[in-house]
C-alpha cells in the first residue's frame, strides 16, 4: 500500500478492508467497488471524501483492499452517522458478491498525536518511496542494533505487491530521512522487518508513531 502526498504535514484519514470475493463474482464485484460503482458514486456526493482505490492482489484474484481516503476522522465518521440506511442498503446487495469482509484498520492524520496536538519538531510520518532509499541506508548505518540491508534489498520493498509489504519514513520538510519502519503482511500477521530512528532523536517517542 501506497500513500502518495506532496504535503508532509498532513495525511488523509484512510479506511482499509480486505474482501474475499465469491467464485465467479469477481467481475459483479469490481463493478460496484469500482470507479463507477455504487459505493463510490455514495462516497462522491459527501462532503469530505477525497478518493477511493480498489487494489486487487495479483498472486490471489479474489482478495481485494479498498481504501477509502476522506478529509479526517470527523467527516467520516459524520458520513457513517447521517447515511447509515443508504449505506446498508448498498451493503446489504454487495455482501451476496463476498465471501468475507474485514475491516483492517482506520488509519488517522500520521502527523498528529491522538490529541490532535503536533508532534515535536519539524518532522512528520508519511509513506516512503524509491525516492527515500538513500537516506533509509543512511540512517541505518548510524544504528548498529538494526537489520544493515544493501540497496537491491531495498528496492525491493518497493517492487513488491503492495497488499504485502509497508514501508514509512520520519522525514523533515527537506525530505532528509531521520526514521523508517519495514514490515511484511501475511494472512493474518504483521512482521516488523526493520525500524530505525536517528541517534539524535532517542528517548522522543518516534520510534513508538511509526510503529503506531
Keep these: 500500500m501506497r500513500i502518495a502526498g506532496s504535503n508532509l504535514h498532513k495525511l488523509p484519514y484512510i479506511v482499509v478492508r480486505e474482501f474475499r470475493v465469491r467464485p465467479g463474482r469477481r467481475r459483479a464485484f469490481e463493478k460496484a467497488y469500482g470507479p463507477c460503482g455504487d459505493w463510490l458514486r455514495l462516497f462522491q456526493r459527501k462532503p469530505g471524501h477525497i478518493r477511493s482505490e480498489l487494489v486487487p492482489d495479483r498472486e490471489r484474484p479474489l482478495r481485494y483492499l479498498?481504501?477509502?481516503?476522506?478529509?479526517?476522522?470527523?467527516?467520516?465518521?459524520?458520513?457513517?452517522?447521517?447515511?447509515?440506511?443508504?449505506?446498508?442498503?448498498?451493503?446489504?446487495?454487495?455482501?451476496?458478491?463476498?465471501?468475507?469482509?474485514?475491516?483492517?484498520?482506520?488509519?488517522?492524520?500520521?502527523?498528529?498525536?491522538?490529541?490532535?496536538?503536533?508532534?515535536?519538531?519539524?518532522?512528520?510520518?508519511r509513506a516512503a518511496s524509491n525516492g527515500d532509499i538513500s537516506g533509509m541506508i543512511e540512517v541505518a548505518r548510524?544504528?548498529?542494533?538494526?537489520?544493515?540491508?544493501?540497496?537491491?534489498?531495498?528496492?525491493?520493498?518497493?517492487?513488491?505487491?503492495?497488499?504485502?509489504?509497508?514501508?514509512?519514513?520520519?522525514?523533515?520538510?527537506?525530505?532528509?530521512?531521520?526514521?523508517?519502519?519495514?514490515?511484511?503482511?501475511?494472512?493474518?500477521t504483521c512482521e516488523v522487518e526493520n525500524l530505525v530512528v536517528a541517534s539524535t532523536l532517542a528517548g522522543q517517542g518516534w520510534g513508538k508513531r511509526l510503529f503506531d
Excluded at 84 to 101: K, M, N, P
Excluded at 145 to 152: D, K, L, M, N
Excluded at 168 to 187: D, T, Y
Design 142 to 188: 548510524e544504528i548498529s542494533t538494526c537489520a544493515q540491508w544493501p540497496h537491491s534489498v531495498y528496492e525491493k520493498i518497493f517492487d513488491a505487491n503492495p497488499l504485502h509489504r509497508l514501508a514509512f519514513v520520519l522525514a523533515r520538510q527537506n525530505c532528509a530521512v531521520e526514521g523508517f519502519i519495514v514490515a511484511s503482511l501475511g494472512g493474518e
Design 66 to 125: 479498498t481504501l477509502d481516503f476522506w478529509t479526517s476522522r470527523k467527516s467520516y465518521e459524520h458520513f457513517m452517522t447521517q447515511d447509515q440506511a443508504e449505506y446498508q442498503r448498498i451493503h446489504q446487495r454487495c455482501s451476496r458478491l463476498t465471501v468475507s469482509e474485514t475491516l483492517i484498520g482506520e488509519f488517522d492524520d500520521l502527523a498528529l498525536g491522538p490529541a490532535g496536538q503536533d508532534l515535536p519538531g519539524p518532522l512528520a510520518i
